[in-house]
């Protein structure tokens, strides 16, 4: 079992910047894939990154360039450094993780990301 606990959403104004963590906490193995998801409303729920093992990110179109994902495998935490905010980006953000390919995706609490205009 995998639980996640997040931290540091919030509200920002446009051109501003966030940075979301999510620890991992599991009693044993270890995670393979972590990342995030977002969902604004009436909008299903996206991916925005995700980050492997080895450290091989990939981006959703909508971040790229101004999202930055990085994991530290000891810690069992990831990071997103969200810069150049924009009033799109508002959603909840929900970190996810899985411990290989087979397993279950293990989310978060969801955490509320605000940008104003």
């Known amino acids: 079992q995998v639980q996640l606990v997040e931290s540091g959403g919030g509200l920002v104004q446009a051109g501003g910047s966030l940075k979301l963590s999510c620890v991992a906490s599991?009693?044993?193995?270890?995670?393979?894939?972590m990342g995030w998801y977002r969902q604004a409303p009436g909008k299903q729920r996206d991916i925005v990154a995700f980050?492997?093992?080895?450290?091989?990110?990939s981006y959703a179109d909508s971040v790229k360039g101004r999202f930055s994902l990085s994991r530290d495998n000891a810690k069992n935490t990831v990071y997103l450094q969200m810069n150049s905010l924009r009033p799109e980006d508002t959603a909840v953000y929900y970190c996810?993780?899985?411990?290989?390919?087979?397993?279950?995706?293990?989310w978060g609490q969801g955490t509320q990301v605000t940008v104003s205009s």
């Open positions: 980050i492997d093992r080895g450290g091989t990110t």
């Open positions: 996810y993780a899985r411990r290989n390919a087979q397993s279950s995706i293990a």
């Open positions: 599991l009693s044993t193995g270890s995670i393979a894939v």
